[in-house]
């Protein structure tokens, strides 16, 4: 019992050889039990195609054909109907990119500071990982996204934290989300607008944003406790707990996020013929991520499109105009993610390059 290493967990490492793998790492031996039920599973299908040859030519071909049939329908859509980021004011859609991008600093910085000072990444790596999660969240459903996260940043140059330490920051950002959430449903339930049915739901996220700030409080005293000291797992977790002030300035840094996204959605639906209206820029904020936290979905974008059309039809907004809004908006944020992990290709490059400049 004072080993606290899951026999079964050791098992499955050495009978499949996973080795220091960093995806095999999350699929056996080196997920916490508090973060298997939501990683596990998916990374370990994604450790027996990559390893099966068969089954790496059923994923490159099914992605394949899963992409050429979007742009097939994308191209019959936009052929007799414009692109609906085309109906803006240019100038405005820009500066709804442009803060897109801001929130996505913000949160990278924000989920910085639930590492150890030890074991904290880049920023630009943390970043990286992000808009790499906006890009495959296009084809491959949800919790994927969290998998492209840990690759990217385990796989940036100089990244000091392991597998298992980036899986647990990853549920702790989670908790931070909701509780930095929490406000804002609260303040689009409150607005007269607001149908009983989308005040329910917006009651739900602010309800789940405290009890993740309750587990947040709780978890530096339950990793200090004598009991869980005694097995292994918990002596790995006690050292990169979030303390308290940690979780305040990540909570702090991931709100001022969620506060730029709902200005950045606030000038888009504006700009959109939605109306320049705070309330549903809230409302479709919260919808959106409440979408995102679904354990299981077709894809992540697809998804928090289809939920935030679903919360602007409930506002009243026509079935066709909602739709649109709700892909522009979807498509503005691939196109950041994008950018962010373009720009970290090509810091990377230049900084690598730089020696060789200097030698010659």
Request: proline fraction near 5%; aromatic fraction near 6%.
């Amino acid at each position: 019992m004072a080993s606290g290493t899951p026999t079964g967990t050791a098992e499955v490492s050495r009978s499949t050889g996973y080795g220091r793998d960093p995806l095999a790492a999350i699929a056996a031996s080196a997920a916490p039990i508090m973060l298997e039920g939501r990683y596990r599973l998916v990374v370990g299908a994604l450790v027996r195609l990559r390893r099966s040859r068969r089954g790496r030519w059923t994923l490159a071909a099914g992605s394949g054909a899963f992409a050429i049939v979007l742009a097939l329908l994308a191209i019959r859509h936009f052929a007799t109907t414009s692109w609906p980021l085309s109906d803006g004011e240019p100038a405005v859609v820009a500066a709804a990119g442009l803060l897109l991008l801001l929130a996505q600093a913000f949160k990278a910085y924000g989920w910085g500071r639930l590492f150890a000072p030890a074991e904290r990444p880049k920023p630009l790596a943390l970043a990286a990982g992000n808009g790499g999660a906006a890009l495959i969240g296009v084809v491959l459903p949800g919790r994927f996204d969290d998998a492209m996260r840990v690759a990217v940043v385990r796989r940036y140059p100089g990244c000091p934290a392991g597998v298992r330490a980036l899986c647990l920051s990853l549920v702790m950002l989670g908790l931070i989300d909701s509780v930095a959430l929490a406000p804002l449903a609260l303040a689009a339930a409150a607005f007269p607008g607001a149908g009983m049915g989308v005040r329910a739901g917006l009651a739900v996220v602010a309800a789940g944003g405290v009890a993740a700030a309750a587990v947040i409080i709780a978890l530096p005293r339950l990793a200090a406790s004598k009991r869980v000291v005694r097995f292994r797992i918990g002596r790995w977790l006690r050292p990169r707990t979030t303390s308290l002030r940690g979780a305040s300035e990540a909570w702090a840094l991931v709100s001022a996020c969620w506060l730029i996204r709902a200005v950045a959605l606030f000038l888009l639906l504006g700009t959109l013929g939605l109306g320049f209206s705070f309330p549903l820029a809230l409302l479709f904020l919260c919808a959106g991520a409440a979408a995102a936290a679904l354990p299981i979905g077709p894809a992540g974008a697809a998804t928090q499109v289809g939920a935030g059309a679903a919360s602007l039809i409930a506002s009243g907004v026509g079935a066709s105009q909602a739709l649109a809004a709700a892909v522009a908006v979807g498509g503005l944020g691939v196109l950041s993610g994008a950018a962010i992990v373009l720009a970290a290709v090509v810091w990377r490059t230049g900084l690598s390059l730089a020696p060789t400049r200097t030698t010659a």
